[in-house]
Structures are given as structure tokens and as C-alpha cells.
């Protein structure tokens, strides 16, 4: 199973008896199984029948709509799971509760981590590099994270540990045609940002599936704050996946000269910087080959693909949460 994406302009999804159709301008560019479809990613312009979205919402297939450019806009949600129990557990520890506290380091210790791990990854590939500062900050942050007592001030080390990653992101970057000098978005406005924009809402629409499928209320988080129609949990849990996926896959793309500069538009009255409709696609399959990677889950002892782990780390939070185990563990890769 897999993520569909469409990304052509005034295309037309519907479906013919149990399979998934679009066409543009009255011809067919895709018609796919819907059994083998695991969510629906809309990206510009393109409608949706009824009758399409009827059988996305019964066979709870996960469908979001994005910009043109990458931006999340909004998803449609099949009814909530059965699964009151758990969602009582979510809510019951809300604020600053111990396990509110255990959850919200749980989350940004997974992401400095890998922050670290990446640091240390490309180090060891390139003698040439000193990443020396940059570690000893995260690792001082890190350590310094388990002291912390309330969310506030985990939340503060979550920004000084992301602070000194994307302080090195630059020296990670092999190719003199691109450069990172600092984390924008809300528009991107340089090439870099604008691919790690793009991969994060694309994850951000992968975790929030697989929390819906597990039974949680994507809306109440622990790190992020809540704000109304902000999928907070999902937010939290994208924390320990970001550099293992859409940053790794953000230089993969760059230091291999996948893109150049012309595979980039900039909007005239924003200045958001996005990738044309040849490289969306380029960097739409690199990230799909990326969720099906395996690796070996560092508590589970076997191999999986990105795309199953995102549902086992929500089925640990659930377990932790219905106090079927003592603590939630990140993915943390060594």
C-alpha cells in the first residue's frame, strides 16, 4: 500500500467501482486499486468527487490537501475511532501531568538525538568537517533535558538543541549551488527551506494517519500547544522523524545534484520559493522510496519500513498512555 499524490492542476478524482481514477482533460493519468491505496495527497488545484471521498472516508484512507507549493492546508477525517478508552488516557494526563512531562521529553530527547546521530553520520563520512561544538551543544542539551519540569522548559531545550543542529545544516550541504543560512517558512524563501517545508507537511500527513488509525484525538498534543484545528499529537510525534526522513532526504537531493537551481520558482508576490511540477514529482518519489526503506526498530529487534513504524511508535504511545508499558520510547537510531 501506498500514498497516491496529485499534483496536476484541474485534475479530476473519482472512482470507478473499487478503484481510484484521475483524468485530465477527459484522459486518464492514473487508476489504481483502492485496496492498494494507504492515504490521498492533493497538492493545487484538483477536485474530488463525492462518491471518491464517500469511499476514502469508509475505508479510512487518510486525505489531505496541500498547496501548489507544499503548505499544508487540511485534511478530511474519517469518524473518529471506537477506541474511547484510549482517547479518555490522552486527555486524562493533558497539562502538566508526569506522563504529560515523560511524553514531551520523550518526543524532543527522539529528535536531538537523531539531530546528533545525523551530525555524527556525516562527520564520520567527511574528515573534513568538525561538527565538534554543535555535538557537545546537543549533547549538553540532551543531558540537561532530563532535569527539566515542566513543558515549558522542555519546550526551551527543544529550541536551543534545534537551534544548534540547524547551526551546522550548511556544512552538511555538499553542492556550491545551494547554501542554508537559517529555519524559515510561512513562505520558504530559499530553496532549502522550501524542500524541508514540502517533506514536512508530507510527513506531517503520514503520522497524523497513523494516529488516526491507532484510535487517538490528532488535536490534543503534549509538546505543541493547542490550538484549534492543530493536529498537535501528530506534530509531537513527527519530532523524532524529521531528520531521519525529510532532512536526510532534503540532502540526499542536493549534495547528489538531483536538483539544480532551475528546478526552483519563486512567487512574485510572496517570494515563496517552491519546486517546479518535474522536480515535485522527482522529490515526491524520493520520499515515497524513502517511507519504504527498511531499517531495524531499535525496541521491536526487526526490520520494518518508515511507513510501518509511524503506526508502531503511535501503538507504544498508546500502550504507554493505557499503562500497558512503564515508558514511551522514542526512535532513536545509534
Request: net charge positive.
Amino acid at each position: 500500500m501506498s500514498t497516491v499524490y496529485v499534483t496536476q492542476d484541474d485534475a479530476f478524482i473519482g472512482k470507478v467501482d473499487e478503484r481510484l481514477t484521475v483524468k485530465f482533460e477527459k484522459k486518464n493519468i492514473l487508476d489504481v486499486p483502492l485496496i492498494k491505496v494507504k492515504g490521498l495527497v492533493i497538492m493545487g488545484r484538483a477536485s474530488i468527487s463525492p462518491a471518491a471521498i464517500s469511499e476514502l472516508l469508509q475505508n479510512k484512507i487518510s486525505l489531505s490537501f496541500l498547496t501548489t507549493y507544499g503548505k499544508y492546508i487540511a485534511c478530511l477525517e474519517p469518524e473518529m475511532g471506537k477506541n474511547i478508552y484510549l482517547r479518555n488516557a490522552q486527555w486524562k494526563v493533558a497539562g502538566e501531568s508526569p506522563q504529560a512531562i515523560h511524553l514531551t521529553k520523550a518526543f524532543v530527547r527522539g529528535k536531538l538525538k537523531n539531530y546528533r546521530y545525523s551530525l555524527l553520520k556525516s562527520q564520520r563520512m567527511r574528515s573534513e568537517i568538525d561538527f565538534t561544538n554543535g555535538l557537545n551543544q546537543l549533547q549538553t542539551t540532551i543531558t540537561s533535558l532530563e532535569k527539566a519540569t515542566t513543558i515549558d522548559s522542555i519546550r526551551g531545550y527543544e529550541g536551543a538543541g534545534s537551534a544548534a543542529y540547524f547551526g551546522c545544516f550548511n556544512e552538511l550541504i555538499r553542492n556550491e549551488n545551494f547554501s542554508f543560512e537559517i529555519r524559515n517558512r510561512r513562505p520558504p524563501l530559499d530553496p532549502i527551506n522550501s524542500l524541508l517545508s514540502l517533506g514536512y507537511s508530507l510527513l506531517r500527513h503520514d503520522i497524523q494517519s497513523a494516529i488516526n488509525i491507532v484510535g487517538f484525538d490528532p488535536y490534543l498534543g503534549y509538546l505543541h500547544t493547542q490550538r484549534y484545528g492543530r493536529p498537535s499529537l501528530a506534530l509531537d510525534l513527527m519530532e523524532e522523524f524529521r531528520p531521519l526522513i525529510v532532512d536526510s532526504i532534503v540532502l540526499k537531493a542536493v549534495n547528489n545534484r538531483i536538483f539544480t537551481q532551475q528546478d526552483f520558482i519563486t512567487e512574485s508576490v510572496s517570494n515563496a520559493v517552491s519546486l517546479t511540477k518535474e522536480a515535485l514529482h522527482k522529490f515526491l518519489r524520493m520520499y515515497q522510496e524513502k517511507k519504504l526503506s527498511k531499517i531495524t526498530h531499535p525496541v521491536m529487534k526487526k526490520k520494518y519500513t518508515y511507513q510501518e513504524i509511524f503506526e508502531i511508535q503511535a501503538r507504544l504511545l498508546a500502550k504507554y498512555l493505557t499503562e500497558q508499558i512503564d515508558k514511551y520510547p522514542p526512535l532513536v537510531m545509534k
